[in-house]
């Protein structure tokens, strides 16, 4: 099981500090845990966690490996400040930025160039749902997104439906099955069927267990509940449980 806490632009770093500190004091017999802090604090959550059990990564990074890019971060220079992994695709970014599917391939072939493994998130708009296109969707942003021969070993994904990151609502288990095995195929079709397929939106420790439940789920993309240590250890528990439930 991989549970990985995405922070997005949060906390302010006074807190991040504590956050941190007791993520390191906890450990999960057949979970791994990687945190995704802002860029600004990889450094300080990599001291942090120092010999704990929690990787570092970073939430996006340039295509490029260096060059005139004003607020951009390269690969290589996550890399250097501790991170095994970059996460990239997450819907936000898709949707802020407007990064589309061959930029998030460009910045996964950029990643995997330094040596950072790559978590890349896909999931459908409710409109697309609802028009019956969900499959549709996340099919062709795996297309788009996964790079052509790519090690499985370097490749993690993310299902995460757009309408239910941060809001609450979690898809059903049904909705969730039905999904995690159309990408388990898509994997399977690609030499890639050992990547692990994680569930992200609004996972809390009240569901994690019956989202785990689901055979394809591969762990839990976390945002709003890995702000609070006692919820992200809670997730990490239901983690552990499944682990040791499949073992
Ligand atoms: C996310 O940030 O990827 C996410 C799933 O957020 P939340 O858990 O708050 O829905």
């Known amino acids: 099981m991989i549970i990985a806490a995405n922070w997005k632009m949060n906390p302010p770093l006074a807190d ?10 906890e ?10 802090p802002p860029a600004p ?3 300080q959550m990599g001291v942090r966690l120092d010999g704990a059990d929690m990787q570092v990564g970073g939430q996006d990074c340039h295509h490029n490996a260096s060059g005139a890019h ?3 971060i390269a690969a290589g220079m996550l890399a250097e400040c501790g991170a095994s992994t970059v996460l990239l695709g997450h819907s936000e970014r898709r949707t802020d930025h407007g990064e589309d599917d061959a930029l998030v391939a460009a910045k996964a072939v950029a990643a995997l160039t330094t040596g950072l493994d790559v978590m890349i ?38 299902y995460e439906p757009v309408w239910a990151i941060g809001t ?29 397929i994680l569930y992200g939106g609004s996972v ?19 945002g709003g509940a ?21 073992s």
Request: hydrophobic share 50%; net charge negative; with cysteine.
């Open 16 to 25: 991040a500090g504590a956050l941190a500190a007791a993520y390191a004091a």
């Open 27 to 36: 450990s999960f017999d057949g979970v791994t845990r990687i945190l995704f």
């Open 41 to 43: 604090y990889l450094v």
């Open 70 to 72: 004003t607020g951009d």
């Open 121 to 158: 998130c896909v999931g459908e708009t409710l409109d697309q749902r609802e028009a019956g296109a969900a499959e549709a969707v996340v099919t062709a942003q795996l297309d788009g997104s996964v790079p052509a021969g790519i090690e499985a070993s370097r490749l993690m994904l993310a």
């Open 168 to 196: 609450g609502k979690v898809a059903s288990v049904e909705d969730i099955a039905a999904m995690h095995a159309a990408i388990q195929q898509w994997l399977a079709g690609r030499d890639l069927a050992s990547v692990p």
């Open 204 to 222: 809390k420790p009240a569901n994690a267990d019956t989202i785990f439940g689901v055979p394809d789920v591969g762990g839990a993309l976390v």
């Open 226 to 246: 890995s702000l609070k240590a006692e919820d992200f250890s809670g997730i990490c528990s239901a983690g552990a449980r499944t682990a040791a439930a499949r």
